[in-house]
């Protein structure tokens, strides 16, 4: 039911590209820098991500704890998405949680070889936030950074904020 | 806490209510809610609304003190069986003239519901599916671009669904 409610992948996929582009195009044109690109597309993913979880969350029972919420994340969550789940979860029970994709959507339509890797992070700042939104909404404060080796590949790190 | 006590409050507007029922001057208390509450995740209200507008401060007291009853369940709901943990709570506390409903989102938002005692014919189902109403409504409330998280809720749509689901005033 919850991936009958996500728009069509493709959507999804031209629209994010749009997104990053119009982005850098008007910080080309105007005055701001490069790292304002990235804040914008996190807040961006953040007030999704908010939004998403609610709307996903509807008909789960209640979460047992912060790693039930975590595969969660990499399940369900996901999935409905980027219609893969995550490859590979880690965690050191001490509130860092790495999340690997060995294919990532967002970086899939792009050249696998190390000539587009500069470019990565910009695509993965959505995701970033969309992350933290969720967790977020779910209560959990959250601080998410991503890194690319090689291509499609890439890696999520959770550090979760104890209060 | 000691605002648990709210069952001293006295009953007038009860007593007005059946004397107009009566007379047939208003529908019976069916099926119905009386007051219906949104608590945001920091225990703040992001929507009330009750029916018998005039004794608002009433109902405002009755949710209030609910919240400690919330806590109470959520946290004893932690170590229950994955089919146990739902998002209904069920029952929370029943006064003379009210009986007071619970639900909590996954992201801690409280919905209350108060109904009429007298109101019999209302079962846990029926409250259980008109939480999940609610529910839906506010999922939408929360896609909906233009509203900030946390802030008050002044959607149509949500105040139409509540609307529906309480006693009609004559």
């Known amino acids: 039911m919850n991936k009958a409610e996500m728009a069509d992948e493709a959507l999804f996929l031209l629209l994010h590209n749009e997104m990053v582009a119009g982005l850098y195009r008007a910080a080309e044109q105007g005055d701001g820098e490069n790292g304002r690109c990235i804040t914008k597309l996190e807040n961006m993913g953040f007030r999704v991500g908010q939004g998403l979880i609610e709307r996903f969350t509807k008909d789960t029972a209640r979460f047992k704890d912060e790693l039930d919420i975590m595969k969660f994340i ?23 949680y790495v ?65 | 806490m000691e605002s648990r006590r709210v069952h001293w409050l006295p009953e007038i507007t009860r007593a007005e209510v059946r004397a107009k ?27 009330i609304k009750s ?46 003239d009210y009986k007071v409903y619970g639900y909590v989102t996954n992201s801690k938002v409280k919905f209350v519901m108060v109904v009429d005692s007298s109101n019999t014919a209302l079962r846990d189902n029926e409250i259980r599916s008109m939480f999940r109403k609610l529910h839906n409504s506010y999922t939408d409330v929360m896609c909906n671009p233009f509203y900030n998280p946390g802030d008050q809720i002044q959607s149509r749509a949500f105040d139409n669904i509540v609307t529906s689901m309480m006693v009609q005033v004559c």
Request: hydrophobic share 40%; with cysteine.
């Open chain 2, 21 to 47: 029922e009566e007379k047939g001057e208003r529908p019976p208390l069916s099926k119905m809610a009386v007051c219906i509450a949104v608590i945001a995740k920091e225990n703040y209200p992001l929507y």
């Open chain 1, 99 to 163: 999340l690997q994709d060995n294919k990532f959507r967002l970086l899939t339509q792009m050249s696998a070889g190390k000539q587009y890797l500069e470019h990565a992070p910009k695509y993965l700042a959505f995701t970033c936030g969309l992350i933290r939104g969720a967790l977020s909404n779910l209560g959990i404060k959250s601080i998410v950074t991503a890194e690319v080796s090689t291509m499609p590949a890439c890696k999520f790190q959770v550090m979760i904020q104890k209060i």
């Open chain 1, 74 to 96: 990499c399940k369900d969550f996901w999935t409905t998405v980027f219609k893969k789940q995550i490859d590979n979860l880690r965690t050191n029970h001490q509130g860092i």
């Open chain 2, 51 to 96: 029916v018998p507008t005039e004794n608002e401060l009433k109902f405002h007291y009755t949710v209030h003190t609910s919240l400690d009853v919330v806590d109470e369940k959520i946290s004893a709901m932690g170590k229950a069986l994955v089919d146990q943990r739902e998002l209904y709570l069920g029952l929370l506390y029943p006064t003379e």
